[in-house]
């Protein structure tokens, strides 16, 4: 698991490059459901994360939105749609929709518990939906920069994680490296999930000679 937890923080950090959407085939598409309580800023993350826009405006959502990606990563370009759905239309379609997504993403927002508190009825709502399948899935503790009235700590967001079985981060729509982790994060594991044994083994030896050389150049 720490193991996993470097690599996919290394990727994350070091190797997304965004493609050029004319310029090469998409070699690999990976669909992320984003889920969480009204108002804790699904659609104002996904429109900061691909669109760079945000407006701190209240606009909730009344129609399904699909945000758009590109990447670049080891020379394969990699697209990750992301399904901002309607609340309405998720309840009656959640099974059809669980059945083909690849990760989850569920936010909550650090200044409001009861949208924390409600993550474990997110989780089961999920997992009795989707019966039962393993969906790759992140807890994302959004509007960080609202410090002064947050309300529910680091520790308790990654203790819950951890107790969901989900990769963790918070998030803000103001800074956009804090806007970007949680979808690179969640797209690292996709990536390396699809790895088999032998080229998870390579991207590990890849990483571990590329650190040294930075090590050695930072030296120099
Ligand atoms: N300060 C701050 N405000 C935010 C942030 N993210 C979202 N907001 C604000 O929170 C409000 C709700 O954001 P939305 O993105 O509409 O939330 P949502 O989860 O999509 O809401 P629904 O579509 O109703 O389910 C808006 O006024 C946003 O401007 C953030 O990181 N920081
Ligand atoms: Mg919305």
């Given at each position: ?67 758009t990606k ?137 990483i571990i ?12």
């Open positions: 698991m720490e193991l996993f937890n470097n690599i996919s923080k290394w990727i994350s950090e070091k190797i997304f490059q965004e493609a050029d959407p004319n310029k090469n085939k998409i070699i690999k598409k990976y669909e992320v459901l984003v889920l969480g309580d009204r108002g804790v800023g699904k659609t104002s993350l996904c429109q900061r994360f691909t669109k760079d826009s945000f407006s701190l405006e209240e606009n909730p959502t009344t129609a399904n939105n699909l945000f590109l990447y670049r990563i080891f020379d394969n370009d990699i697209q990750l749609d992301l399904l901002d759905i309607e609340e309405g239309y998720y309840k009656i379609h959640c099974t059809d929709i669980l059945s083909t997504i690849d990760g989850i993403m569920i936010v909550y927002d650090v200044t409001k518990p009861f949208t924390f508190h409600k993550l474990e009825k997110w989780n089961l709502d999920i997992q009795e939906k989707s019966n039962y399948r393993y969906i790759p899935q992140i807890i994302v503790g959004n509007k960080t920069d609202l410090e002064f009235m947050r309300n529910v700590d680091s520790e308790e967001g990654e203790e819950k994680a951890f107790k969901l079985d989900s990769l963790f981060t918070e998030s803000n729509c103001i800074h956009f490296e804090m806007t970007e982790k949680p979808f690179k994060h969640i797209l690292s594991k996709l990536i390396i999930n699809d790895l088999n044994e032998e080229n998870r083994n390579k991207l590990r030896s890849s000679s590329i650190e040294e050389k930075l090590k050695r150049s930072n030296k120099e």
